[in-house]
């Protein structure tokens, strides 16, 4: 892990009328960091994600990525950055090889580059037989390593990855995070949600939003200590109170 | 509820299998498994909502097919998806379901009482309006509405935060201890322990039902959980091992089974710290542990990922 800065966001604060979505958010992630961001629903995390991935500008404050200002540089950030949610990644009428051709189209690589790196991905996911069927019909579990790995193509600094296990089979699960934590050793910083507190564990440094704030940001053993917890699921419990009437 | 060599298919492919269970009154039953293990094809035959091709389900003792409008006076369904009327309020969504059931939301009130009193304060919100917990607690309102005497809930909690899980799950308790039968489903396999008993589903077919200890005691081999600040090169290290079976990352742990079936847990423990420390971890810990139902789901999976 090299000491630069991949992400740096100070008071970072997003208002939507009266209600402040995120109030002053200040941290840093290192690059070859594997960072969880974590929070209950309704604490801000989603709004956070899309001002640091140049969807959403900033009501006030500052933030970098890939050394680029996510205000006046979205378009550029874009560029840097790698990005797969649980609910929309992949085009499901598209075949694999499809997507993969359209998603590096997208990232502006040539098609050179597309036909090696599809062919690396397929062959690194075992996936090769598979290129021509159709993602709607592979496996939740394929579908989100393939995923992961289509938004890895344009070997980007940084990659935001938002649920990306969600309901997926445990040993799957565990295998998407090898290629997470492979990803980190390659030197991508991974930005990382989940609901699923076993994996805050597996993240170098977690934070946890509460109403807009970040309420506690560490490593999982100083979370722990600190909160007198046997577990991170037990630090989310007595840190993270749903905000109910946030709606 | 008693089912007997259930499946069902959708063109060529076969959403359930063979499934076989029963229920008994007052239980609180869960289905664990991933997406696409066909937990709603299931949930949405025993509310008759679809008919399977093959085997037979009695629900309250009622046939699912025959005696469908029978079942549906009587249970409680809470679907997947939020389903309720996004520009209604919050108190017209309840008094629509209370009508569609010949009742009103003033007969009921003390059953729902407990829950509804948290969504109260936002009696005149649109539905479409609440936060996903608030949501969660409204549908569970609507589905007991009218006193249901079995009540299904079709992953009541996916993508919703820890807390909130919590909290849900300690209503369906309160709603157990009062005496409702329910049938749950959910992808979380640390929420089994919530349930009476259980049944993991995966790929169409039961790889398993019993309560959740019988389950993890059924586990079969030593299991051990393997401790030391770089996990990464901790799991490699691991499956380098000669008689690994299975590796896997476990919250701050490694599970580790052995593939040689005759070494007891100590035997285990004694040769891998003996191996962790010739690999160079100086502080590695080793220590047997009893399995959950994570666990034995990886192992009933066969230890391999869903295929194609």
């Known amino acids: ?21 995120v109030d002053a958010i200040t941290f840093d992630v290192g690059e070859g960091e ?8 309704g604490a801000g995390k989603t709004t956070a994600i899309r001002m640091l991935t140049g969807l959403l500008s900033p009501t006030s404050g500052e933030a970098t990525v890939a050394g680029l200002d996510v205000f006046r540089q979205a378009d550029g950030v874009k560029r840097r950055i790698g990005y797969m949610s649980q609910r929309f990644s992949l085009y499901e009428d598209l075949t694999v090889a499809e997507n993969i051709r359209l998603y590096g189209g997208i990232y502006g690589l040539s098609d050179r580059q597309i036909r090696e790196r599809a062919d690396d991905l397929l062959q690194r996911l075992g996936f090769a037989h598979a290129a021509g069927e159709r993602v709607g019909r592979i496996p939740l579990g394929w579908k989100q390593k393939l995923a992961f790995s289509v938004a890895m193509l344009h070997q980007p600094r940084i990659v935001f990855l938002d649920e990306p296990t969600g309901g997926v089979d445990p040993i799957t699960r565990r295998q998407f995070w090898e290629m ?25 440094r977690v934070s946890i939003m509460v109403a807009g704030r970040i309420g506690a940001l560490g490593t999982p053993t100083e979370l722990k200590q600190r909160f007198g917890a046997a577990t991170m699921d037990e630090v989310f419990v007595r840190l993270a109170r749903p905000t109910e009437d946030a709606a | 509820m008693e ?13 359930l299998d063979g ?11 869960g289905f664990i498994g991933p997406d696409g293990a066909g937990k709603t094809t299931l949930f949405r035959i025993l509310t008759t909502l679809l008919v399977p091709d093959a085997g037979q389900a009695r629900v309250l003792g009622l046939d699912v097919v025959r005696d469908l409008w029978e079942i549906r006076r009587r249970v409680g369904y809470m679907p997947g998806r ?20 010949g009742t009103t939301l003033e007969a009921e009130r003390d059953l729902i009482r407990p829950i509804y009193a ?17 949501k969660q607690k409204l549908a569970l309102c609507c589905a007991l509405v009218h006193r249901p005497d079995i009540l299904f809930l079709d992953e009541p909690t996916t993508g919703v935060d ?18 409702l039968t329910i049938v749950v489903s959910t992808p979380y396999m640390d929420e089994a322990d919530r349930c009476d008993r259980v049944a993991l589903i995966q790929k169409g077919r039961l790889l398993g039902v019993g309560t959740p200890a019988s389950i993890g005691a059924g586990y079969g081999r030593p299991l051990l959980a393997v401790r030391d600040a770089d996990r990464h090169r901790l799991i490699r290290a691991l499956r380098a091992f000669p008689h690994a079976r299975s590796v896997f990352p476990f919250g701050e742990t490694v599970h580790y089974t052995d593939e040689r079936a005759d070494r007891s847990a100590a035997d285990l423990i004694a040769e891998l710290t003996t191996y962790l420390s010739a690999e160079g971890f100086a502080d590695a810990g080793v220590e047997a542990i009893d399995a959950g139902i994570e666990d034995a789901f990886m192992a009933l999976m066969g230890g391999v990922p869903e295929a194609a």
């Open chain 1, 34 to 41: 594997v960072f969880g961001f974590l929070g209950a629903n």
């Open chain 1, 180 to 204: 997470i934590y492979e990803a980190a050793a390659g030197g991508t910083t991974v930005f990382v949600t989940t609901h699923y507190m076993d994996e805050a564990e597996y993240c170098d």
């Open chain 2, 82 to 101: 939020f389903s309720l009327y996004q520009d209604l309020s919050v108190e017209e969504n309840l008094r629509f379901f209370a009508s569609v059931f």
């Open chain 1, 1 to 21: 892990m090299s000491a630069g800065v991949a992400i740096h966001a100070r008071d970072l604060t997003r208002r939507f009328g009266a209600f402040t979505a």
């Open chain 2, 19 to 29: 499934i076989d269970f029963t229920v008994d009154a007052g239980e609180l039953f």
């Open chain 2, 3 to 15: 089912v007997r060599r259930l499946g069902k298919r959708f063109g060529k492919e076969t959403a």
């Open chain 2, 118 to 134: 948290q969504i109260e304060p936002f009696a005149d919100r649109r539905a479409g309006a609440l936060s996903g917990g608030m």
């Open chain 2, 162 to 179: 820890a807390v909130s899980r919590r909290e849900f799950w300690d209503l369906l308790g309160d709603l157990r201890a009062d005496g």
